[in-house]
């Protein structure tokens, strides 16, 4: 069983930054792969960037370049680095961890930027 907390949400303006953290309870945290989504107004849930247990990440197009997506395993936490901040980036942004058939929600943190 591993539960998940997401922290770092904010009002932000446009151009600005924030720093997501998803920090798991549990043992072998290190073994799970970790995506952050996020739910946007008016939008379906999109995975916007995962990092699999041995540290290859994956972004969506939308976000290259502006965020990035780590993780510290003695730490148990996952965190998203979200530069370049724009107004389309608004929403509730929630960490999944995973392995096999388990899989794990957190509650979810909001992110809101302002123009």
């Known amino acids: 069983q591993v539960q998940l907390v997401e922290s770092g949400g904010d009002l932000v303006q446009a151009g600005g930054s924030l720093r997501l953290s998803c920090a798991a309870s549990?043992?072998?945290?290190?073994?799970?792969?970790v995506g952050w989504y996020r739910r946007t107004p008016g939008k379906q849930r999109e995975l916007v960037a995962e990092i699999t247990s041995g540290g290859l990440t994956n972004y969506a197009n939308s976000v290259k370049g502006r965020f990035t997506i780590s993780r510290d395993n003695a730490k148990n936490t996952v965190y998203l680095q979200m530069n370049s901040l724009k107004v389309d980036d608004t929403g509730v942004y929630y960490c999944?961890?995973?392995?096999?058939?388990?899989?794990?929600w957190g509650q979810g943190t909001q992110v809101t930027v302002s123009s």
């Open positions: 999944s961890a995973s392995r096999g058939p388990f899989v794990y």
């Open positions: 549990g043992s072998f945290f290190g073994v799970y792969a």
